[in-house]
């Protein structure tokens, strides 16, 4: 009893106090990437179609190397029994016109605009936003620039295509061209639009203040602001090219018929619709797959990267 | 007490400066007209107005962030305004640092504290080798009353008031000589406004800076600084030492603000009204104003019949207080 | 002090919770108020204090991931905390109880003018014509100050200061004569010469009109002028109220006192001015003891263990603090705040420097 009075008197005293104890942080050290990848691993649905996504492109880079598809060698084409075939056990998704496997053309055609998409992606948002970011902080470049801009941004796409065509013949790289040469300057505008709206922010005068050069801030201060945004971007272009791509084969414009493509095949199979509607159904069913998947994990990825969904 | 101010050294001169912003067909918006005074080495120079009234564009001014329309602004002798040599913009940077009024938008919230203190070393590679570096940007955390610890965080992890230190710390490991603090303490809230001014007089004391420091209240005024300009719709109306500026405000913009302090006394508060500013009572007659010096140190903005009625007044305040 | 009041609204042991992410924050950890009718009630606390999360259970306002996890709001009868939709709220949130907030353009719409946007609620809430409504629109323009008020009926938003602004949102909040009117802040924004003017706005008009007003501010220094009485709100909660006099010249909670002497119109050059250091508490954790207790240099050893219930100090000054314990060492408040009212009358009177003709 005298001990508990003796305790509950002691509560009663003052406590040690310590100003820098209020000072520390509680809270588990934040890290920008880690916290990125645990936001966008959170949802379930989102990591399946990740996985889905993941599963499609490694099969479609290694599948078309096993079969070797290529749509001029037509060993089949005097075999009638095996042209039109239905899916089935032996051939999944059937066989086409002249007797090759649907399954083999659509994963080589696959191949080939997701190689294409990725590789003017990449193209053109290097270039975008590099001449973007200065083109958002230099006046002088900003005159000029605005000029090509309002040029490159009124020639029908279309036309442009066709030309190139014609001039630099069918095949990967002239797509690649068309797919790249303007579309960068698009990708430039709109980065120096982005640029323009957070470089006048007080924490770019403060770096300003401390003497921080031009390209220091654009590395260090706007491009790290970006990254949500440039996700996005990446997002709706990948699929975007992708679909081009088709719809350039699918106009004979794109990649020639020595090459595979979802679009050669879906130009070619459009014919057979009436008869034998799978050969025209799978490969735009692959497609819209491709597409969405990569549309859904891009903006899943550009929402994870955004700070303000990191709690 | 006032006298001694004439054998002090100037550091900073603002030399009947302009500054206008274009708005477009040949519209002009004249933000600070004919501002034109000294601040002394090692003083808190107060620069106190409401908003809009011009007081962060001339701060900026002074960093060579807003170009001056007319005049000249001055530094340790040297014109910093205008074309000036890269080397001499350098010099400017190295030596007049700025603290923020709002610490969540002026600090990068992509890079650790570690960076964002770093950021002027680096600008000008202050420091020896690595090692150097990060004891400097603890030695600046620790003189702010944060920890070495903080370094690898991220701005938003911080409170309010701690953002501000880290924001002062960043200006104070230039080792600047002159900073502009551009409203430091209306964006946090007020129980650690104190904790950051005390830390402002702290530091002023041990490495001998000299503060501009701009405010729109003229209650922390009064605690912090030693000469304070009044300047309204971008007109400087009254400068005097800040006891002085308490003691005998004369021009009616000066009186309506000091009225307008809320006092925490609810007694005092029932009889306090706070007077407001009616410039159409002022002398009418289109004579131009000029600042005119009424006692030693004491300015203010008059015609010459405003002058008259402030010098009579003046003279009363002092009859007044010399009787009790 | 007075007669005794009506009680107009009374709210009881309120707990709120956010839902953030998977996480719970409690905001509102069991806080009661009455409201008398006609008087200022002045709320002070810092940011995150939860001082207008606990006004806008009064209105229903709560963000939508907010839930009011126990308690009850008792008006007229009603026990607003069991309200759902916006029909429910119909009758009471904008007609009888009234919010003003900190930036008018959350409660304007840019692109319409000022006239229609008061006439609208006028038109609502009493039925008139439009003519009738105009008529009136106007009317309380002029009694809230806007010269002219018949030509800038047409204006935009944006076509007026920030002070003018306010007086607008004031306007339309007491078209429709609310019986409460909450103030969150509601000159934070403005200049000082403003906000001098907007303060008196209010307290004219509720003298005139006689609502019942619930000021919320994290500065003290506005609380004296507006407020008949005072709570102090920290970490969700209420932890001192009184009186205006009682919380300006008794404190009696270690922080109402940091508030009081961190005010700078109280520092002495020269001299440190007194502050509270760290943060304010995270509210994601639950709170063992007293909130304030890491923060208060006068804590005593129990206010880590035990939270301190209510101290009576008289009939209308409540304080949550162990220091009130007959058990606990006497301790005096900080010297910044002796005689308050001495110092400040010194301040105020000829030869002070806050003294103006």
């Known amino acids: ?311 | 007490m006032s006298n001694n101010s004439i054998d002090r050294e100037v550091i900073l001169s603002i030399k009947h400066v302009d500054i206008s912003f274009d708005q477009g067909h040949k519209k002009k918006f004249v933000a600070v007209k004919d501002a034109n005074f000294d601040i002394y080495k090692g003083e808190t120079f107060a620069l106190v107005g409401e908003s809009g009234s011009g007081k962060t564009t001339l701060g900026r001014a002074i960093l060579r962030i807003n170009p001056l329309s007319a005049g000249e602004i001055e530094f340790e002798g040297k014109r910093i305004s205008g074309k000036i040599s890269r080397e001499e913009d350098r010099n400017v940077v190295r030596n007049i640092q700025m603290i923020f009024q709002d610490p969540a938008a002026s600090l990068n919230e992509r890079a650790t504290i570690e960076y964002c203190v770093s950021e002027g070393l680096y600008n000008f590679h202050l420091y020896k080798d690595e090692e150097d570096r990060i004891a400097k940007v603890d030695k600046a955390l620790q003189d702010v009353g944060l920890l070495p610890e903080h370094k690898s965080r991220y701005p938003h992890e911080f409170s309010g008031g701690q953002r501000q230190r880290v924001g002062i710390a960043r200006a104070m490991i230039m080792d600047p000589k002159f900073i502009v603090a551009d409203e430091p303490i209306s964006a946090l809230d007020v129980s650690i406004r104190a904790q950051v001014l005390n830390l402002m007089n702290k530091l002023k004391a041990e490495k001998n800076l000299t503060y501009l420091f701009i405010a729109h209240d003229l209650s922390v005024v009064r605690f912090i600084a030693d000469r304070i300009a009044v300047i309204h719709l971008g007109e400087i109306v009254e400068i005097a030492e800040s006891e002085t500026l308490f003691k005998y405000p004369l021009h009616p913009y000066t009186i309506s603000l000091l009225s307008a302090v809320p006092m925490p006394d609810p007694v005092v508060e029932r009889d306090r009204h706070a007077i407001v500013y009616d410039p159409s009572k002022l002398d009418q007659s289109g004579e131009k104003r000029t600042m005119k010096e009424i006692r030693p140190g004491h300015f203010v903005y008059a015609t010459t019949k405003e002058f008259a009625g402030y010098e009579e007044k003046i003279a009363q305040m002092e009859k007044e207080l010399k009787e009790n | 002090m007075e007669e005794k009041r009506n009680i107009i609204l009374s709210a009881k042991d309120i707990e709120v919770k956010f839902r953030v992410r998977d996480n719970y924050l409690t905001a509102i950890r069991g806080v009661s108020l009455d409201l008398y009718e006609g008087e200022t009630f002045a709320i002070v606390g810092e940011s995150g204090s939860g001082k207008s999360v606990f006004t806008k259970t009064f209105t229903g306002m709560l963000e939508s991931n907010g839930t009011i996890s126990n308690g009850s709001v008792m008006f007229h009868g009603k026990d607003l905390t069991k309200l759902k939709t916006d029909k429910d709220w119909e009758g009471i949130r904008g007609a009888k109880i009234s919010t003003i907030f900190q930036d008018p353009m959350t409660s304007l719409n840019p692109i319409r003018t000022i006239g229609s946007q008061i006439t609208e609620v006028i038109e609502k809430h009493q039925g008139v014509s439009k003519g009738e409504a105009k008529k009136q629109a106007i009317e309380i323009m002029e009694r809230v100050g806007i010269p002219n008020a018949a030509n800038r009926f047409d204006e935009y938003p944006f076509q007026y200061s920030g002070g003018m602004r306010q007086r607008i949102v004031i306007a339309i909040a007491l078209s429709c004569h609310p019986e409460i009117l909450i103030c969150d802040e509601p000159t934070t924004a403005l200049d000082v010469t403003i906000q001098a003017q907007i303060i008196k706005l209010i307290r004219d008009l509720q003298k005139e009109l006689g609502f019942t007003t619930v000021y919320i501010t994290h500065d003290l220094g506005v609380v004296a002028n507006v407020a008949d009485r005072v709570g102090v709100m920290y970490g969700g909660q209420i932890i001192e109220y009184g009186t205006v006099e009682e919380i300006f010249f008794e404190p009696c909670h270690p922080y109402t006192w940091a508030l009081l002497s961190s005010l700078p119109q109280l520092g002495v050059k020269g001299q440190d001015l007194a502050y509270i250091t760290g943060t304010p508490p995270s509210l994601y954790n639950k709170i063992k003891g007293d909130a304030f207790a890491p923060r208060n240099e006068h804590a005593l050893k129990i206010d880590f263990v035990e939270e301190p219930p209510f101290f009576q100090v008289s009939d209308t000054h409540f304080a949550k603090t162990w220091l009130l314990d007959p058990r606990a060492p006497k301790l005096e408040k900080p010297e910044a705040i002796q005689n308050l009212h001495e110092k400040i009358k010194k301040m105020t009177d000829k030869g002070g420097s806050f003294h103006v003709e």
């Not at chain 1, 990437?33 to 379930?44: D, G, H, I």
């Not at chain 1, 002249?98 to 990725?118: H, M, Q």
């Not at chain 1, 797509?175 to 980065?191: H, K």
């Open chain 1, 1 to 311: 009893m005298e001990n508990e009075n003796k305790n509950l008197n002691d509560l009663f005293t003052f406590a040690e106090f310590d100003e820098m104890e209020s000072e520390h942080i509680a809270a588990p050290r934040y890290s920008y990437w880690k916290s990125v990848f645990r936001t966008f691993f959170r949802n379930k649905f989102t990591v399946a179609v990740a996985i889905l996504l993941l599963f499609i492109l490694c099969f479609a880079l290694i599948q078309p190397m096993r079969s070797g598809y290529s749509p001029i060698v037509t060993p089949n084409i005097n075999s009638p029994e095996l042209k039109f075939l239905k899916p089935c056990k032996e051939h999944i998704f059937g066989t086409d016109h002249v007797g090759n496997e649907v399954f083999d053309a659509v994963w080589a055609g696959a191949r080939n605009s997701i190689i294409i998409s990725f590789v003017c992606t990449g193209i053109n948002m290097i270039i975008g936003i590099l001449v973007g970011a200065v083109w958002g902080f230099s006046k002088k470049m900003d005159k000029w620039m605005i000029e090509v801009y309002n040029i490159v941004a009124n020639i029908p796409f279309l036309l442009l295509a066709m030309i190139l065509c014609y001039v630099l013949g069918a095949g990967m790289k002239s797509l690649i061209i068309t797919m790249t040469c303007t579309e960068w300057v698009i990708v430039a505008y709109f980065i120096r639009t982005q640029v323009m709206i957070i470089r006048d922010r007080e924490y770019n005068m403060a770096s300003k203040c401390l003497g921080t050069r031009t390209m220091t801030m654009i590395t260090k201060n706007i491009l790290p602001y970006l990254i949500s945004v440039i996700m996005t971007y990446v997002a709706r272009m990948i699929p975007n090219l992708i679909s081009y791509e088709v719809f350039l084969s699918y106009m004979g414009l794109g990649l020639g018929t020595t090459n595979a493509s979802l679009g050669q095949s879906i130009s070619l199979y459009t014919s057979y619709m009436r008869g034998y509607p799978h050969l025209f159904w799978i490969p735009v069913g692959v497609l819209a797959i491709i597409s969405i998947s990569l549309y859904i994990v891009g903006q899943r990825l550009a929402d994870a990267a955004d700070p303000r969904t990191h709690m």
